[in-house]
Every structure is written in structure tokens, then in C-alpha cells.
Nanobody, 126 residues
Framework: QLVESGGGSVQTGGSLRLSCAAS????????MGWFRQAPGKEREGVASIAPVRGGWSVSYGDSVKGRFTISQDNAKNTLYLQMNSLNTEDTAMYYC????????????????????WGQGTQVTVS
């Protein structure tokens, strides 16, 4: 189970940190990601982190590079998304996702890489 929190309303230029508490899986063994979907638009990959040989791989969507940071607290089994310099284009429902456990070649923001999805948390930037 994946439970997102931390969404809300914020002004342009502001920041939010989203959290995703996982149960029933160990996030440090799995590929984890954040996605978002705005009304009338397709689901968009935002950020991903995956275990790879020798460490971790991280990937970001082009629209959030340099502004968003994905991280995880393995002791809390929780995934985070720090979002800075928010603008109105970031308004969307944000979803946490988890894929199969294992060693990956690289992180992936493709939805097909993921098996489990949270219910989402709304982020509104005005």
C-alpha cells in the first residue's frame, strides 16, 4: 500500500514536500516514482529512483529538472518529493508508484515500469 500526503495549495514560487508511506513492500529494494496528472492531460512521469549495481539511479522529467528532488528514508520506508519554484503548470494530482523489487539498469519515469499506485494527493499552484 502506498499513501501520499503533503499536497495542498501554494502560491507561485513556493515549495511543497510530498511524502509516500509504503507498507507491504521495501522501498529500498524497489523502483519508486512520482507521477502527476492534470485534468484533461495524460499521466506524466515526474521523478524516479531505482536501485542499481553500485548505488542508485535517479531520473526526472524535463519539466521539473532542477526544481524537484526525489529522495527516500529507508528507515521510515517513505518516499519524498521536494518541489521548489512551483508554478501553475505544476498543478495536478500527484501519485506515488512502486515497481518490482530487484536491481535495475536505471531509474524510469515510464508508467509501465510500475505495479503499485497510491491514491494521489492534490497540488494546486496559483
Amino acid at each position: 500500500q502506498l499513501v501520499e500526503s503533503g499536497g495542498g495549495s501554494v502560491q507561485t514560487g513556493g515549495s511543497l514536500r510530498l511524502s509516500c508511506a509504503a507498507s507491504g513492500l521495501v522501498i529500498r529494494w524497489s523502483i519508486m516514482g512520482w507521477f502527476r496528472q492534470a485534468p484533461g492531460k495524460e499521466r506524466e512521469g515526474v521523478a524516479s529512483i531505482a536501485p542499481v549495481r553500485g548505488g542508485w539511479s535517479v531520473s526526472y522529467g524535463d519539466s521539473v529538472k532542477g526544481r524537484f528532488t526525489i529522495s527516500q528514508d529507508n528507515a521510515k520506508n517513505t518516499l519524498y518529493l521536494q518541489m521548489n519554484s512551483l508554478n501553475t503548470e505544476d498543478t495536478a494530482m500527484y501519485y506515488c508508484a512502486a515497481g518490482p523489487a530487484g536491481t535495475w539498469d536505471r531509474a524510469s519515469i515510464l508508467p509501465t515500469s510500475y505495479t503499485y499506485w497510491g491514491q494521489g494527493t492534490q497540488v494546486t499552484v496559483s
